[in-house]
């Protein structure tokens, strides 16, 4: 009697043991990657629009019908990471994700100064030297202070409707993701 | 020999059949660990940041996708009706009741991988805040049904099982800690095509 309860005791034990292996496990194994997916797009500071037709996996995807989304990548240790756009949109908010797609910083328009995008990423050193003395042309930027080094930024505009589009399209065409 | 032999099988199978079953149990169903449940919408709001837990991760790296920060929003998705029966794309809903405080919202429907249901011809089977049609004095009221309906109408179409996907754009609830005790609409159901 005492056999058969021991083996089912220890293929429980088993089972638990196995659960947290894959738990933990997922997220290493996993091969939706999305740094990786935007590094077959282009290289660093490319913009790429994603949930169209020619991204596919994580970023072909389109979460939610009325956003559109652009992603670029940015390496800080080239310097500090500038993000800009000249066309206004109804909305607009980014994300920056570290290269295991952890979102790690984010913000909508309302923190902009004039509704327009125009962001700077810097690492807490570069911060510092920025303090020192802040260019005339960043007076109005916004400032994503963070401890990545490679990063990804994902910019989120709102679509309420089609006859949006040529603005929203505009916005990501004008849309500078550069080495500052 | 041969009765070791099955009796490691049977351990073997019992460790490697529950271990991964539980997880995908776990990982399955909307509602489970670092959830937050209000009627049947369920919100992940530490989804995709390192303060997620371990489940958390393992199901952002099953699904994929670059989460929603804090500050741009949060997506609630109700798998069920306010009574807990799975929502069906067959059956008709109404939608009814009080929004959190957002800047704006979207609502659609979507298949139990989170892909988003296109409505037949050039009906629509998304909604937003700003083209739903609003009566003064009234809470928000969309019915969700194959069959058409007036004013605020989200076509759906087939069979099968259907998720409604809710994101509060700009809102104060994905930033503050008390999620579970804002008000949401309730889901009722209103009849079923056999």
């Known amino acids: 009697m005492i056999k058969p309860l021991r083996l089912l005791f220890l293929g429980l034990f088993g ?49 939610n019908p009325f956003f559109e989304r652009a992603a670029c990548r940015f390496d800080l240790a080239d310097g500090m990471a500038r993000v800009t756009s000249s066309e206004t949109v109804p909305f607009w908010s980014f994300s920056i994700y ?29 911060l510092l030297e920025l303090r020192k003395g802040m260019p005339e042309a960043l007076q109005t930027s916004l400032i994503a202070e963070t401890e ?25 065409a004008r849309m500078r993701c550069e080495a500052y | 020999m041969l009765k070791t032999a099955l009796l490691v099988s049977f351990v073997l199978i019992v460790a490697l059949g529950g271990g991964a079953g539980s997880v995908w149990l776990a990982l399955e169903s909307t509602r489970t660990i670092g959830s937050v449940e209000i009627g049947p919408w369920v919100a992940f709001p530490k ?78 089977s998304a909604r937003h805040s700003q083209n739903l049609l609003w009566r003064p004095a009234q809470p928000l009221r969309i019915t969700v049904s194959p069959q058409s309906h007036p004013e605020n109408w989200i076509a759906t179409t087939g069979r099968g099982p259907m998720h409604l996907s809710l994101t509060l754009v700009d809102t104060p609830i994905s930033t503050g800690a008390r999620v579970g005790e804002t008000i949401m609409p309730m889901i009722k159901r209103i009849g079923c095509d056999d």
Request: charge should be negative; proline fraction near 4%.
């Open chain 1, 15 to 63: 089972a638990a043991a196995v659960h947290i292996a894959i738990v933990f496990l997922l997220p290493a194994y996993s091969e939706r990657d999305a740094w990786s997916e935007l590094a077959s797009k282009g290289g660093l500071y490319t913009t790429v629009r994603l949930g169209q037709g020619s991204a596919e996996g994580v970023l072909g995807e389109k979460d």
């Open chain 1, 98 to 126: 570290d290269r295991e797609g952890f979102n790690v910083f984010n913000v909508s328009d309302r923190s902009a100064s004039d509704g327009k995008l125009d962001a700077l990423i810097v690492t807490p050193a570069q």
């Open chain 1, 148 to 172: 990545l080094e490679e990063g990804m930024i994902v910019v989120r505009s709102f679509l309420p409707d089609e006859s949006w589009r040529g603005i929203v399209d505009r916005f990501f």
């Open chain 2, 47 to 124: 989804l995709g940041t390192h303060e997620a837990d371990p489940y958390s991760r393992a199901r952002s790296a099953r699904t994929g996708g670059l989460s929603l920060g804090q500050a741009e929003g949060i997506v609630l998705v109700a798998g069920t009706d306010s009574m807990g029966r799975p929502l069906r794309r067959e059956c008709s809903y109404r939608i009814e009741g009080d929004l959190p405080p957002a800047r704006f919202f979207t609502l659609h429907a979507t298949d139990e991988a989170r892909r988003f249901l296109k409505a037949p011809a050039r009906f629509s």
